[in-house]
């Protein structure tokens, strides 16, 4: 699948490399393509363009820029209603970049938690967990971000407090 990725970060390069480790085709979408020339370098299959280059490249598009923090209402919330056609999925916010694909702990797959109004998109981003090693929880439309997006607050205590930056969560039934 062509993927993509609106963000030059380290979670959008994480996630870059996920996608072309297992046999998408990503494109990582940046306002300054400099700031890419490594990853582009080890990632061979991976490509480099503009924002919108990256967006219209993209069968499934995944949003990966720094976000303003929750007031009144979530992020996706947000985005869903500025791009009311669009079919948004929150997923991904509540692990670090290091632990995003095939992450293992001796406890098992972590959960990864999931939101978005449009479940035909859920089952797609639910197909691309699977194969990055997570268990999906589905919680809802995406009034349910307002619950997910804290939990990078939460994820990154015992970063701050003990330099512990390799856990995940897990919803045990």
Do not use: Y
């Not at 699948?1 to 870059?16: D, R, W, Y």
């Not at 194969?131 to 205590?157: H, N, S, V, Y």
């Amino acid at each position: 699948m062509n993927v993509g990725i609106l963000g030059s970060g380290e979670v959008a390069q994480a996630l870059g490399g996920g996608f072309l480790k297992h046999g998408h085709e990503p494109m990582l979408g940046t306002r300054d393509s400099a700031k890419l020339a490594g990853w582009a370098k080890q990632h061979a299959g991976g490509r480099v363009g503009s924002v919108a280059e990256a967006a219209k490249f993209g069968e499934l598009v995944v949003l990966s820029v720094k976000g303003a923090a929750a007031l009144d209402d979530s992020q996706l919330e947000r985005l869903q209603r500025e791009f009311p056609r669009a079919r948004f999925v929150k997923a991904f916010n509540s692990v670090g970049s290091s632990q995003m694909v095939n992450p293992q702990f001796k406890g098992g797959p972590p959960t990864m938690f999931i939101c978005g109004n449009d479940d035909a998109a859920k089952k797609t981003v639910t197909g691309i967990l699977d194969q990055f090693g997570w268990e999906t929880a589905d919680m809802g439309k995406a009034e349910a971000a307002r619950a997910i997006e804290p939990l990078c607050i939460l994820w990154c205590i015992p970063g701050f407090l003990r330099q512990d930056w390799v856990h995940a969560f897990k919803l045990l039934r």
